[in-house]
């Protein structure tokens, strides 16, 4: 399941401002003919989608179009939920919209706390070794993988990857924009 914010390309028509959507959804298919879509869920907080919310499709060639929940039901698939939207009455309305993203501002998500980060808050972050000194910084965070892992550009071993697990840092603070490595920064580089 990926989450995060979708970052649009400035070429394809998207201003700097469009960068700053974060996905909840993914409209996967049109189901029958009443304008029924299966939407794939890409948030940790389903209760977001309920009759009434509102949202945005996000195509990868177009500015987000304003879009609101007229009905919605369970699939057997927990992480799946078959919506209406108001106004996209039946198949032939929906259709265009299959493949596109339901985004929110990054504003409006959830808080995550201080132990807590989505992929996009980590990157930036210095990255201290055991006695306080830097020795890189997080470029980004690969959350998708079935292990999750920093990807760190380190001033003197170039690109590190650090698996993202509390037993290999001392401290993680995004109020401090750090994250404090518990063994030297060695131990995660490959032998040549």
Same mark, same amino acid.
């Given at each position: 399941?990926? *989450? @995060? %914010? ?6 394809? $028509? ?13 409209? #996967?298919?049109?189901? $029958? #003919? !009443?304008?029924?879509?299966? %939407? ?6 389903? !209760? ?11 195509? *990868?060639? @177009? ?28 198949? !032939?309305? %929906? ?7 339901? /985004? ?30 830097? /020795? @890189?910084?997080?470029? *980004? #965070? ?10 760190? !550009? ?26 404090? #490595?518990?063994?030297?920064?060695? /131990?995660? /580089?490959?032998?040549?």
């Amino acid at each position: 399941m990926s *989450r @995060g %914010v979708f970052k649009f390309s400035a070429a394809s $028509g998207q201003t700097q401002d469009q960068s700053e959507w974060v996905a909840v959804g993914k409209l #996967l298919k049109a189901v $029958g #003919l !009443d304008g029924w879509v299966r %939407v794939g869920i890409l948030t940790d907080y389903p !209760d977001r989608f309920a009759p009434g919310a509102e949202f945005h499709f996000q195509t *990868r060639a @177009g500015s987000p179009v304003p879009c609101k929940i007229a009905d919605i039901r369970e699939h057997y698939n927990e992480t799946i939920v078959e919506i209406r939207f108001e106004g996209l009455e039946d198949r !032939d309305a %929906v259709m265009p919209f299959t493949g596109a993203y339901l /985004v929110i501002p990054k504003s409006e998500r959830a808080p995550a706390d201080d132990q807590s980060f989505y992929p996009d808050e980590i990157q930036g972050l210095d990255l201290l070794s055991p006695e306080g000194k830097k /020795v @890189g910084r997080v470029v *980004r #965070l690969e959350a998708d993988a079935p292990s999750p892992y920093l990807v760190i !550009d380190s001033t003197e071993y170039g690109e590190v990857l650090i698996p993202f697990r509390k037993a290999f840092f001392a401290e993680i603070s995004k109020k401090k924009a750090l994250l404090k #490595l518990k063994d030297d920064l060695t /131990v995660h /580089v490959p032998e040549e």
